[in-house]
């Protein structure tokens, strides 16, 4: 198995003894997630198709030209693809590849308004709740499916450049106090409520509701099919 025989060069790069009882549970770890990666490729590729997305090579030559560059430069790539994973730079433009196909396929489905709709009509009946005077904080408890949301929502202070440039625009064109409208993110639903304001700074509290992701979308995928292993330890 090509990608199996990666990871464990890796690991031995980097001086891990797979042999060990540490070292056995590791690769256990490994060659479960492969089978799971292995699975989601699969889907993935299903996904696209039904979508009609497609990865241009123009699309990879873009990509790896950048990656590239932040490394050193293509021999830098080769010699540390090769030493590290044992791959060409093909394997690698594969994996960009594979990588550009999720992306895209991400962006498909956070847009689609089937896949959307419960949460989209979950966030508008939440805003008409704050739009008739109920407490923001509490309203964000109660409904809001984000880390924050047991501090009533409140994100503190953030600067121009924190923040995805979808709830950005919206927060900053807020004064204090008020309110948005619902504003979509790659994230969900947002709703915004700026609560103060410093230099070049503002502080915000939110609401949201959570779309299909591409990690939601896969999991449900992965309920529905029937997918039969056959790989070996």
């Known amino acids: ?80 693809l090769d030493k590290l994973y044992g791959w060409t730079v093909d394997d690698f433009r594969e994996k960009i590849r594979q990588s550009l196909l999720q992306k895209k396929l991400g962006e498909k489905i956070a847009s689609d308004a089937k896949l959307n709709g419960g949460a989209q009509k979950q966030a508008e009946d939440v805003l008409k709740q704050v739009q008739a005077g109920g407490d923001f904080a509490a309203l964000a408890k109660k409904y809001s499916q984000e880390g924050s949301a047991s501090n009533g929502g409140d994100l503190g202070f953030f600067g121009k450049g924190q923040m995805v440039p979808e709830f950005e625009k919206a927060a900053f064109a807020l004064e204090v106090g008020k309110v948005s409208g619902i504003v979509k993110t790659q994230y969900g639903y947002h709703i915004i409520k700026v609560t103060d304001k410093k230099d070049d700074q503002i502080k915000a509290s939110h609401i949201l509701i959570k779309g299909t992701d591409l990690e939601s979308w896969l999991k449900d995928q992965r309920n529905k099919a029937k997918i039969k292993q056959y790989f070996r330890p």
């Open 1 to 80: 198995m090509f990608e199996l025989a990666s990871v464990q060069k890796f690991y031995k790069s980097q001086g891990q003894d797979l042999t060990s009882a540490d070292g056995k549970a590791k690769l256990a770890q490994v060659k479960t997630d492969l089978i799971k990666q292995q699975e989601d490729n699969i889907l993935v590729a299903q996904g696209a198709s039904k979508y009609g997305i497609k990865v241009s090579k123009k699309d990879v030559d873009t990509e790896y030209s950048t990656l590239s560059k932040n490394a050193g430069g293509d021999e830098k790539v080769k010699d540390t």
